[in-house]
């Protein structure tokens, strides 16, 4: 590559990232998902559009993990334990049971109503069966529901990648003879995943104690120090046989919930990389497919998305979350965001690359399938939860906290936000009655600051520091987080901050 022909990829590369970013935009006044721009995008400058040709399956399935990795340590990094801890038992019955109700009701749709064999009919239903985190997570930012249901789908996106990714890959070796009998794949998987979950704990409790306990030089060098944990998780737990999936996000999410320095930074960075490897990734895929090819199989597309969304997905749901005494409205609402989005396009180029006979027509239903029932389900999804009565706009947003150490000082400095739904707002300084060694020392409001009074009443908006000994820091950090839930009252009303989560 000689330095012309760079300059023409960096300029490519930066109109297609601008276009990306002023789709997003529309995207939120339409209520179209962004990933449908983005695929856009890509078949505009594919085969069929002004004849950029790409039909490389491997390469594309390699950067596709590559993304994943990314999209999952973000979603990690920004999951709230205190909310899905109570649905972690819920979310693993449908991440691992339901997948298998899914796969194998899709698969007898598949077999039986659009006539594909039986190992293209269990790819098929492999496939599709994982819900995508990064179309959940973008959807669960819009919509107000309940923690636990959102709970639930937050966790059942971060872990069902991991199973249906090893079913695939499973299905696809089956006309080589490399498949055993079922208890063996399930033992299989079962060792994946427990070597998976291993990695991750590991990763994430070592990191978490280093990054806390060692002063970088800059905060810059942070996020930067979380993502390669992350990264780190998913290569470990891949290399030792098991579910690198898993492992990047149980290490994200536990970095996510530890009390790290610069925690907004870390989150905005991964975010940022979470967008590029978002709108990287659906362009590549816009790009692999052929849209005259997809004629052929729009109806295909149509009929197994109607058997996964109708019947699959609400048929998991029912037969799983029978223990948890859920109301009808929840588990109607958790059938319908089954979304999804990336995920198994990125599977079906799985077959593709192990050479699996009509891998082709795999990869064009599911790109149909994908397409057409993100358009229905995404946009209703507000719709629906509103119609259930389960949106809950007054539920109070957490407090915006960001730890700096003062290593010379033996202190840190805590900068606050205060959001607006908080019930902070209306509290004087004084009744938030933090512990001895820590004090609210400079409010910022409407672009001034001032030094506060106890009589100091606090309002929406306002940005806090506060200062805060070694001894102390934690201690002060779930008072100001147990006023955010529940106001000056909090520690009378049981509101606690023993299971905080840091921003």
């Not at 967008?275 to 109806?299: C, K, R, S, Y």
């Not at 990336?342 to 192990?354: D, N, Q």
């Amino acid at each position: 590559m000689t330095v012309d022909s760079l300059n023409q990829l960096l300029l490519f590369s930066a109109l297609v990232l601008l276009v990306a970013v002023a789709a997003v935009r529309l995207s939120s006044r339409t209520g179209l998902p962004s990933l449908l721009v983005y695929l856009g995008i890509g078949i505009a400058i594919g085969q069929d559009g002004i004849g950029f040709g790409f039909s490389d399956a491997e390469l594309t399935q390699v950067l596709g993990y590559a993304a994943l990795v990314v999209i999952l340590a973000e979603g990690g990094l920004g999951t709230k334990w205190r909310d899905i801890r109570p649905s972690v038992p819920a979310a693993a019955v449908l991440s691992t049971f339901g997948v298998g109700v899914s796969v194998a009701v899709t698969a007898l749709a598949a077999h039986f109503l659009v006539g594909l064999d039986w190992q293209a009919a269990l790819l098929m239903g492999a496939v599709v069966s994982s819900t995508d985190a990064a179309a959940v997570f973008s959807v669960l930012r819009k919509v107000p529901l309940p923690r636990r249901l959102s709970g639930v789908l937050e966790a059942e996106s971060g872990f069902n990648d991991a199973p249906v990714v090893l079913l695939v890959v499973t299905f696809s070796e089956m006309g080589n003879g490399g498949h055993g009998p079922w208890y063996l794949l399930l033992g299989k998987i079962v060792l994946e995943l427990a070597i998976g979950l291993l990695a991750g704990l590991a990763v994430g409790k070592l990191g978490e104690l280093g990054l806390r306990h060692v002063a970088l030089p800059a905060s810059g060098l942070y996020p930067i120090a979380v993502l390669a944990l992350c990264v780190l998780a998913y290569a470990g737990g891949a290399l030792a046989h098991g579910s690198g999936f898993l492992a990047v996000y149980v290490a994200a999410l536990i970095l996510g919930n530890g009390k790290l320095p610069h925690r907004p930074a870390v989150r905005g960075f991964a975010d940022g990389m979470a967008w590029i490897a978002q709108i990287g990734l659906f362009v590549l895929l816009g790009l692999l497919v052929t849209p005259h090819e997809l004629w052929n199989d729009v109806w295909p597309g149509i009929v197994i998305g109607l058997a996964l969304t109708l019947l699959a997905r609400p048929l998991s749901v029912l037969l799983c979350l029978q223990p948890f005494k859920l109301r009808w409205q929840e588990k109607t609402l958790l059938s319908w965001a089954g979304l999804r989005g990336a995920v198994p396009i990125v599977l079906a180029t799985i077959p593709m690359v192990a050479d699996v006979e009509g891998s082709q027509r795999i990869f064009n239903i599911v790109f149909v399938l994908v397409v057409i029932f993100t358009v229905v389900q995404g946009p209703t999804l507000p719709w629906l939860a509103r119609t259930l009565r389960l949106a809950d706009p007054d539920e109070a947003e957490d407090l915006d906290i960001e730890s700096a150490p003062l290593e010379r000082l033996r202190g840190h400095l805590l900068s606050v936000s205060i959001p607006g739904s908080s019930k902070m707002h209306g509290v004087e300084v004084t009744e938030l009655r933090l512990p001895t060694g820590a004090a609210v020392t400079l409010v910022v409001r409407g672009g001034s600051s001032f030094v506060p009074l106890p009589s100091t009443v606090l309002r929406r908006g306002d940005e806090l520091l506060v200062v805060a000994t070694d001894e102390v820091r934690d201690a002060a950090e779930r008072r100001l987080l147990a006023v955010g839930r529940g106001g000056k009252l909090a520690g009378w009303l049981g509101t606690g901050g023993s299971t905080a989560v840091w921003h």
